[in-house]
């Protein structure tokens, strides 16, 4: 149990720190993209880092629960 909980928790950490390089890039401009364009994307890339962040949490808290389930039986 010990290290699926590490290991989701590095899911996470991996997904948050996609989710930083998506916020400075959505600073950045694109010079084949107006600069609406550009933001669009960025957004739509924070939005699909930000999910995946969600999904591996409520893995993990399923995951916990599952196991205060079996010490409380």
Not at 35 to 57: F, P, Y
């Amino acid at each position: 149990m010990k290290s699926n909980v590490e290991e989701i928790i590095g899911k996470i950490k991996y997904e948050i720190e996609k989710l930083r390089v998506a916020y400075y890039r959505a600073g950045e401009s694109s010079s084949q993209l107006s600069d609406e364009s550009n933001l669009g994307v960025c957004l739509t890339v924070l939005r699909h880092h930000k999910n995946q962040a969600i999904i591996a949490m409520e893995k993990l808290e399923d995951d916990l629960i599952e196991q205060i389930q079996k010490t409380t039986e």
